[in-house]
Nanobody, 120 residues
Framework: QVQLVESGGGLVQAGGPLRLSCARP????????MGWYRQAPGKQRELVAR???????TYADSVKGRFTTSSVNAKNTVYLQMNSLKPEDTAVYYC??????????????WGQGTQETVSS
């Protein structure tokens, strides 16, 4: 079972920054997209930011201009830099990678999630 591991979540005051990171497991390769999703209490999981293998990025309207996603080291790690955080950004954040393992088809793999709380 492959599970991604997020790190960097926690408690931050409104207006502050926070950075999340997610490392690619060694057994996962041919990554074509990496992304960040979040789920707030009582709400559906939503896309926050996504970066494709060519470097193009997609952001939710609610985070444009405040959040930036990037990948380094030949897509071994993906980051989510969050600035000007708002209380409504409070959620569990999940890392996602679309790739494959040996002898398997490509699909989405997920992390266990990391809680981020923004206090007002």
């Amino acid at each position: 079972q492959v599970q991604l591991v997020e790190s960097g979540g926690g408690l931050v005051q409104a207006g502050g920054p926070l950075r999340l990171s997610c490392a690619r497991p060694g057994s996962l390769f041919a990554i074509t997209a990496m992304g960040w999703y979040r789920q707030a209490p009582g709400k559906q999981r939503e896309l926050v930011a996504r970066i494709a293998s060519g470097g193009s990025t997609t952001y939710a309207d609610s985070v444009k201009g405040r959040f930036t996603t990037s990948s380094v080291n030949a897509k071994n790690t993906v980051y989510l830099q969050m600035n000007s955080l708002k209380p409504e950004d409070t959620a569990v954040y999940y890392c996602s990678m679309y790739g494959k393992r040996l002898w398997s088809k490509a699909r989405d793999y997920w992390g266990q999630g990391t809680q981020e709380t923004v206090s007002s």
